[in-house]
C-alpha cells in the first residue's frame, strides 16, 4: 500500500468516525436525515480540500528534496534543504537528516580539502577537525590525521636533513658559523646533525686560530718591516757617521803628527838651551875663580902697597934722620939736607901714591867682589833654568809617551772603526736580506689571513683586537 | 527589536556541530538545527537574515574584518566567536569558515561550521578580545589591527598558528 492510498483510508475512516460521531448526536432528533444530507457534502469537500492540500504540501516537500539530492548527488555538496515545513513531522525528520548528513559529509570533504591544501603548502598544522562530526566521518578524520603525523615526522626530518645540507654548504663556502637546532630531531638523525655540528664548532676553532694567527703574523711581520727599516736607516746613519769620524780621526792623526814634531822640534831646542845655560853656567864659574884670583892678586898687591907704604914710612923717617944729621953738621950738610927733604918728598909721593893704589885697589877689590856676586847669582840662575829645562824636558818626554799612546790609540780607533764600517756594512746587507724576509712574511701573512678569513664565531672579536677593518 | 545581552551562557556538547551558510553578503541561507536550537531562533527567523543577528557586542570587529578579508581571498577562517542568542544569551564557539564555489568556481556563498571550542583557549582570548574591543572604542579598528599584528609578531606566530594551538 503506498503513502496516498493510506492517506485517503485515514480519510475514509475519518469520515467515517464524523458521520458515526453525527448520527449518536443526531439519534434522536427528527430532522436527523436533514441534517445528514446538508452537513455530509460539506463534511467531505473539507476532508477533501484538507486531504488535497496537504497531499500538494507533502509532493512539494518531497520535490524541494529531491531537488536538493540531485544537486547533491551531482557533487554539489553545499545545497541544503530549507524552509521545511514543520507541520509535517516525519518528512521534516527527513529533511533535517538529510541536512545533517550533507552537513557531516560536506565538512568532512571541505576539512580533507583544507588539510591537502595545507599539505601542499608544507603546513602540517591544519589537520581534520573530529570534534562534532560522526561515526565513520570521525574515524576516517582520525585516520588521515594519523598519517598526517607520519608525513609531517618525514617533513620535519627532511626539513632537518635540508637544514644540515645548507649548514654544509656554508660550511664548504667557508661560514662555519651556523649550527643545527636538534631540538625535535629524530633519533635516527639526530647523530648525524651531532656530528656536523662537532665539525662546524672544529671549522671555527680552526679558523679562529688561523686567522688570529694569521694576524699576529701579519702584525708581527708589519711590526718587522718598520723595525728593519729603521734599522737600515740607523746602519746607513753609522756608515756615515763612521765616514765622518775617519776624516775626523785622519786630522786628529796630522794634527798629532804636527804636534809630536813639535815636540821633538821642543825637545831639540831644549837640548841646545841645555847645553847653552851649561856653558853659561860654567863661564860663570870660570869667572867666580878669575874673581877670586882677581882678589888673590889684589890682596897681594895691597901686601906689596903695604911693603911700600912701609918702605915709604921708614923712608920718610929715614929722611927725617938724615935732616937731623944734616942739621948738625952744619953748612956740610946742607946739600945732605936737601935731599933728605927730596927723599921724604919722594916718600911722601910713595905714601900718597900707596895710598892712591890702595884705594884703586879696593874698589877693584869691590867691583871684583861685586862681579863674583854676579857670577854667583848668574850660576844660581843658570841652575834654576836647567832645573826648569829639565822640567820641561821631562815633560816633552810624558808628551812624546802620551803621544806616541795617542797614536796607538788612534791607530787601534782605526781599527775598530774599519772592523766597525765592515759590521755596519753587514748590518745593512743584513738589513736588507731582512727586509726581504719581511716583507714575505707579510705577504705570507696577507694570505694566510686572507684564507682564514671565514665566517665564524668570535671573528668580531679577534677583528677589533686586531683593529681590523671590515 | 534590540536584545539586551545578557550572563547566561550555553556551552556547546561535544559532538555539538552548529553549521550555517550565508550568501556572499552575509545573509543566512542555511541553518541547521542545533544552531536553531541554541540560539533560541526557528529557520523562518534565520532565513534570508544577516548572520550578524547573532553577533555579540563584547566580538570586537578586527575578527569578524580578519574572517571576510581571508574568505573573501578563498581562505578559510578560524576563530573563537562569542554568539548572542536571541534571549540575550551567549555561547562560545570555535568557528571555521569556507567559501562555497559554484561549478565555475565562482564564490557564491560561506559555510560556517561551529564546534565545541576549548575552554582554556576561551579563557586565553577574552582579555585578548577585550583589550582589542576597548582599541576599537577609543582608537578605531585600525588601532585594534595594529595591536593584533604586533602582539602576533611579539609572539612570532601568525593568526592561523595561534588559534589552532589554542583550540589544540
Known amino acids: ?470 | 527589536m534590540k536584545i539586551t545581552p545578557t550572563n547566561a551562557e550555553t556551552k556547546l556538547g561535544t559532538n555539538d556541530f552548529i553549521v550555517s551558510k550565508t550568501d556572499n553578503k552575509g545573509k543566512i541561507t542555511y541553518c541547521n538545527e542545533i544552531f536553531m536550537n541554541i540560539a533560541g531562533y526557528e529557520e523562518e527567523e534565520l532565513i534570508g537574515v544577516n548572520h550578524n543577528i547573532i553577533r555579540h557586542p563584547e566580538m570586537p570587529k578586527i575578527a569578524f574584518k580578519l574572517a571576510w578579508d581571508l574568505i573573501q581571498s578563498g581562505k578559510e577562517f578560524f576563530g573563537f566567536v562569542k554568539n548572542m542568542k536571541k534571549d540575550g544569551g551567549y555561547y562560545w564557539v570555535f568557528a571555521n569558515i569556507t567559501p562555497d564555489y559554484d561549478e565555475n568556481q565562482h564564490i557564491i556563498g560561506y559555510t560556517s561550521v561551529r564546534r565545541k571550542p576549548n575552554e582554556e583557549a576561551i579563557s586565553t582570548i577574552i582579555p585578548i578580545y577585550q583589550k582589542l574591543l576597548e582599541l576599537e572604542n577609543s582608537e578605531g579598528m585600525k588601532a585594534s589591527e595594529a595591536f593584533l599584528t604586533a602582539f602576533l609578531t611579539k609572539n612570532n606566530t601568525t593568526y592561523d598558528d595561534l588559534i589552532i594551538s589554542l583550540q589544540g
Open chain 1, 1 to 470: 500500500m503506498n503513502l496516498f492510498a493510506k492517506l485517503k483510508l485515514l480519510i475514509a475512516s475519518l469520515v467515517v468516525v464524523c458521520l458515526l460521531l453525527l448520527v449518536a448526536y443526531f439519534s434522536t432528533m427528527e430532522s436527523l436525515v436533514k441534517v445528514l444530507v446538508i452537513v455530509l457534502p460539506i463534511q467531505a469537500l473539507i476532508v477533501l480540500s484538507v486531504v488535497s492540500m496537504y497531499t500538494n504540501a507533502y509532493r512539494n516537500e518531497l520535490r524541494k528534496t529531491n531537488e536538493v539530492l540531485k544537486k547533491v548527488a551531482n557533487g554539489n555538496l553545499y545545497h541544503r534543504i530549507t524552509n521545511i515545513d514543520k507541520s509535517n513531522g516525519n518528512l521534516s525528520m527527513i529533511c533535517w537528516s538529510m541536512n545533517n548528513l550533507l552537513d557531516q559529509v560536506e565538512a568532512f570533504s571541505r576539512d580533507i580539502s583544507s588539510s591537502l591544501r595545507g599539505i601542499a603548502k608544507g603546513n602540517m598544522t591544519r589537520k581534520m577537525l573530529p570534534s562534532g562530526l560522526h561515526g565513520d566521518f570521525v574515524r576516517v578524520s582520525n585516520e588521515i590525521n594519523n598519517a598526517l603525523e607520519v608525513i609531517a615526522v618525514a617533513q620535519s626530518k627532511d626539513e632537518f636533513i635540508q637544514k644540515m645540507i645548507i649548514t654544509l654548504n656554508a660550511y664548504t663556502h667557508g661560514d662555519y658559523r651556523s649550527s643545527i637546532n636538534i631540538e625535535g630531531m629524530q633519533e635516527d638523525i639526530i647523530k648525524l646533525a651531532q656530528g656536523i655540528n662537532e665539525l662546524g664548532r672544529a671549522l671555527n676553532e680552526l679558523s679562529k686560530v688561523n686567522y688570529e694567527n694569521g694576524l699576529i703574523l701579519k702584525e708581527g711581520s708589519t711590526h718587522l718591516t718598520h723595525n728593519v727599516a729603521t734599522m737600515t736607516q740607523a746602519a746607513n746613519s753609522q756608515a756615515t757617521s763612521l765616514e765622518e769620524t775617519s776624516v775626523a780621526l785622519d786630522e786628529i792623526t796630522k794634527s798629532m803628527q804636527q804636534s809630536n814634531q813639535n815636540t821633538l822640534q821642543m825637545a831639540s831646542y831644549a837640548d841646545e838651551l841645555t847645553a847653552s845655560a851649561n856653558d853659561g853656567e860654567r863661564l860663570a864659574n870660570e869667572t867666580t875663580i878669575s874673581m877670586d884670583e882677581i882678589n888673590e892678586q889684589v890682596n897681594a898687591i895691597n901686601d906689596a902697597i903695604t911693603v911700600i907704604d912701609q918702605i915709604a914710612f921708614q923712608t920718610n923717617i929715614l929722611s927725617l934722620n938724615a935732616a937731623v944729621e944734616a942739621a948738625t953738621a952744619g953748612e956740610a950738610g946742607k946739600g945732605f939736607a936737601v935731599v933728605a927733604a927730596e927723599v921724604r918728598n919722594l916718600a911722601t909721593r910713595s905714601a900718597q901714591a900707596a895710598k892712591e893704589i890702595k884705594s884703586l885697589v879696593e874698589n877693584a877689590t869691590s867691583k871684583a867682589n861685586h862681579g863674583k856676586e854676579i857670577a854667583s847669582k848668574m850660576i844660581n840662575g843658570y841652575s834654576t833654568l836647567n832645573k826648569n829645562i829639565d822640567l820641561t824636558m821631562n815633560l816633552l818626554k810624558d808628551i812624546t809617551v802620551s803621544s806616541k799612546e795617542q797614536e796607538k790609540a788612534i791607530v787601534q780607533i782605526n781599527d775598530s772603526i774599519a772592523i766597525l764600517d765592515k759590521n755596519t756594512q753587514e748590518n745593512a746587507k743584513i738589513a736588507q736580506d731582512t727586509n726581504d724576509i719581511a716583507l714575505q712574511s707579510n705577504e705570507i701573512s696577507l694570505k694566510i689571513v686572507e684564507q682564514a678569513n671565514k665566517e665564524f664565531e668570535g671573528k668580531e672579536e679577534i677583528q677589533r683586537k686586531f683593529n681590523v677593518k671590515v
